[in-house]
C-alpha cells in the first residue's frame, strides 16, 4: 500500500511538473517537448517488447502516434511549404512505422522512427536560439 501511494505521489508531482513547463513553454519549446515526450515513450515502448509486457507497449505506441499527429497538425502547410511538406510527410511514416512496430512487436521500426526523431529534434534544437532571438514563433 505504501509503495502504491508513494507512486501515486510521484506521478501526481511529474503531472504537475510537466503542466508548469507546458504553461511556460514557447512555441518552440512546446514542439521540442512534444518530440521528447514521443522519443521517451518509444524508448518504453521498446523495453516493453523486450519484456513481453505488449500491453503498456500498445498504450505507449498509441500516445506515440497521438503526438506524432499533433507534431503533424502544428505544421504551417502554406507558409512552411516544400519543407513542412516533406515534414509532414516523414511524420507520417514515422506514425506508420510506430503501428507496424506495435502490430508486428518490430524492435527495428522503433529504433528507425527514434533515429529519424533524433535527427528531427537535433534540427530542431539547432534553430532554437534563431527563432527566439528572431521572435519568429511569437
Do not use: F
Not at 40 to 56: P, V, W, Y
Not at 57 to 68: G, Y
Not at 111 to 120: A, K, N
Amino acid at each position: 500500500m505504501i509503495g502504491s501511494a508513494r507512486k501515486a505521489n510521484v506521478a501526481a508531482y511529474q503531472n504537475v511538473a510537466i503542466e508548469g513547463s507546458v504553461a511556460t513553454a514557447d512555441p518552440h519549446g512546446l514542439v521540442q517537448m512534444l518530440l521528447d515526450a514521443t522519443i521517451e515513450r518509444i524508448n518504453a515502448a521498446r523495453t516493453c517488447i523486450e519484456e513481453g509486457d505488449r500491453a503498456r507497449k500498445a498504450k505507449l505506441l498509441h500516445s506515440c502516434v497521438t503526438l506524432i499527429a499533433e507534431l503533424r497538425g502544428s505544421l504551417d502547410l502554406i507558409r512552411g511549404g516544400e519543407l513542412a511538406q516533406n515534414l509532414s510527410d516523414l511524420y507520417d511514416y514515422i506514425a506508420r512505422r510506430l503501428l507496424t512496430a506495435n502490430v508486428r512487436d518490430d524492435v527495428a521500426a522503433l529504433t528507425e522512427s527514434l533515429s529519424l526523431l533524433g535527427e528531427i529534434r537535433s534540427a530542431w534544437v539547432a534553430i532554437g536560439p534563431q527563432v527566439r532571438s528572431a521572435g519568429a514563433l511569437r
